[in-house]
T-cell receptor, first 107, second 113 residues
Framework: KNEVEQSPQNLTAQEGEFITINCSYS?????LHWLQQHPGGGIVSLFM???GKKKHGRLIATINIQEKHSSLHITASHPRDSAVYIC?????????FGTGTRLQVFP | NAGVTQTPKFQVLKTGQSMTLQCAQD?????MSWYRQDPGMGLRLIHY???????DQGEVPNGYNVSRSTTEDFPLRLLSAAPSQTSVYFC????????????FGQGTRLTVV
């Protein structure tokens, strides 16, 4: 069993829809990252969370340390949000990654 | 991804050839690491370093060597390339203790034929 599980693996949405991507982990962590990777592109860190909630534009990330769960929400989704979203946890000096959620937003 | 420079972006090797992937950062981060990304498997840690002179193995270290002679540089060496090393490689840096953002290089698409 992977230490970091993401769901769903694939997600299709219509432009304007509210999107939720979930991440559950089974290890003790010091923080959690949400990352974005466009096709053929590099990886960009969207959020780093150790507690609570963060918001950046249409993106909202939450984390519940007790339940070992985090969610990434996208409000009013847009085709340019189409990408792979990756959850990664920091365990001591290592980043452990989920396998990613592939999001496609259609106009 | 300003701050982490990874080269080359693309590389084709023949089986048995050697090469070095370069990674440099100018943010004075203690932590640097190398990952490979394969379809359906996510990013897997190859080697990492928590400071100059210190390296450690990750999940998939076989076939790869690293060194960390300076804080800025963390090269990844393939001594004898194999087709199983065909992958996309990413370098990352950060200051993880206490939690901080992670910065990634642009990736290297390596094909071993």
């Amino acid at each position: 069993k992977n230490e970091v599980e993401q769901s769903p693996q694939n997600l299709t949405a219509q432009e304007g829809e509210f999107i939720t991507i979930n991440c559950s982990y089974s290890v003790g962590i010091s923080a959690l990252h949400w990352l974005q990777q466009h096709p053929g592109g590099g990886i960009v860190s969207l959020f780093m969370l150790s507690s609570g909630k963060k918001k950046h534009g249409r993106l909202i990330a939450t984390i519940n340390i007790q339940e070992k769960h985090s969610s990434l929400h996208i409000t009013a989704s847009h085709p340019r949000d189409s990408a792979v979203y990756i959850c990664a946890v920091i365990v001591t000096d290592k980043l452990i990654f989920g396998t990613g959620t592939r999001l496609q937003v259609f106009p | 991804n300003a701050g982490v420079t990874q080269t080359p972006k693309f590389q084709v090797l023949k089986t048995g050839q050697s090469m070095t992937l370069q990674c440099a950062q100018d943010m004075n981060h203690e932590y640097m690491s190398w990952y490979r990304q394969d379809p359906g498997m996510g990013l897997r840690l190859i080697h990492y370093s928590v400071g100059a002179g210190i390296t450690d193995q990750g999940e998939v270290p076989n076939g790869y060597n690293v060194s960390r002679s300076t804080t800025e540089d963390f090269p990844l060496r393939l001594l004898s390339a194999a087709p199983s090393q065909t992958s996309v490689y990413f370098c990352a840096s950060g200051r993880f203790r206490g939690g901080t953002e992670a910065f990634f290089g642009q990736g290297t698409r390596l094909t071993v034929v």
